[in-house]
């Protein structure tokens, strides 16, 4: 009989126990309800979603170069008797840079010139003799073949001169040079490299993804890892219609404005293509976008409520991006406060 009562009053206990345990969970919950309920709404700015029309650039990589660039070299060899000019040395077109073996060169040259004169004189007199009847057909031919020839040499002399004297062909600037005093050069050896530097050109390699359906070049932007700061406006004045062999990318020439000489030839250049515009597209700052994991999201004021939305993104530059799937049109992005909401917050929009 004592068994019986020791047990009943156990089974009370533990009812008893339940009761206020349950009691104070309500309590708890009834609480954190209440708390959530009472919070204060975070102030945000929002954006309104519109669609506009988006430009896809494209980064590449390529080498800068001069526009207008001419290396010289010597057609006969010979001995450097003088050397007139060094790198970075402004020079003009028709400017003497060294003397190799020129006298020897300017010799050959008048040479040619006189006997080009000889000859040319010859087929004019044979050429009025043929239309007097006093000259053979056969005669007039073999003059003519004679004043061609030496018409040839006297080019070819003209090449050796230029080539012995070292003239630049162009205004601009000495960028190397590969001889010195009392060098004993081979013929076609190389003497020097001219180049114009107000204009110099960056060659990109675009890959065929990227320049799929790319009719004309909307911008291009050149920047230099040297100058951070410094962007320059380049004009693309070719698109390549075949792959290139050797980079298996489509070649695009951009050519910048150099005046005050800060592109250097041979430096690496990073350019900003304007591929293509897309017309009527949902474009948001690509600083409102967030990443949890394989989630990619914004923020949205729904009303007075901060509401997490999944979206897809497709093309993107340095500021913005294109929303493929999650925004509309009139949607109210959360561009200001987006770190302090989570999803069912209760927000304020302040403008």
């Not at 939305?309 to 991006?321: E, K, M, N, Q, Y």
Request: net charge negative; with cysteine; proline share 4%.
């Amino acid at each position: 009989m004592r068994r019986h009562v020791i047990s009943r009053v156990c089974v009370w206990a533990v009812i008893l126990a339940a009761g206020l345990l349950i009691s104070a969970c309500g309590n708890g919950t009834e609480e954190a309800a209440s708390a959530a309920a009472s919070s204060p709404a975070v102030p945000v700015r929002v954006l309104t979603v519109r669609p506009q029309n988006f430009v896809e650039y494209g980064e590449y990589y390529g080498d800068v170069k001069p526009v207008r660039e001419a290396t010289l070299q010597t057609v006969t060899g010979g001995r450097v008797d003088a050397v007139l000019a060094a790198p970075g040395d402004r020079v003009r077109a028709g400017q003497s840079l060294a003397r190799i073996e020129a006298e020897r060169a300017r010799s050959l040259y008048e040479t040619a010139v006189l006997s080009e004169q000889i000859t040319r004189r010859d087929y004019e007199t044979k050429k009025k003799l043929q239309s007097n009847g006093n000259a053979s057909d056969m005669a007039v031919d073999q003059s003519h073949l004679a004043w061609l020839q030496a018409k040839t040499a006297m080019i070819d002399a003209q090449k050796a001169l230029d080539g012995a004297l070292a003239v630049s062909p162009l205004d601009g600037v000495v960028v190397a040079r590969y001889v010195e005093p009392y060098d004993e050069l081979r013929p076609g050896q190389l003497t020097f490299t001219v180049a114009d530097l107000s204009e110099m050109k960056v060659t990109v390699g675009v890959p065929e993804a990227d320049i799929a359906g790319v009719g004309t070049l909307h911008s291009a932007e050149v920047r230099l890892a040297a100058i951070p700061d410094r962007v320059w406006n380049g004009t693309p004045v070719s698109l390549a219609k075949q792959r290139s062999a050797g980079t298996l990318a489509f070649e695009i020439q951009v050519v910048v404005d150099n005046h005050e000489g800060l592109l250097l030839s041979g430096t690496t250049a990073r350019v900003t293509l304007g591929l293509r515009e897309l017309q009527s597209q949902i474009v948001i700052p690509t600083s409102a976008i967030r990443s949890e994991g394989d989630l990619t999201y914004v923020m949205v004021a729904n009303s007075t409520t901060a509401r997490r939305v999944a979206i897809a993104t497709g093309p993107t530059d340095l500021t913005h991006s294109v929303i493929t799937r999650g925004l509309s049109e009139g949607d109210s992005l959360i561009i200001e406060g987006i770190n302090q909401v989570r999803d069912g917050d209760p927000v304020e929009i302040r403008l």
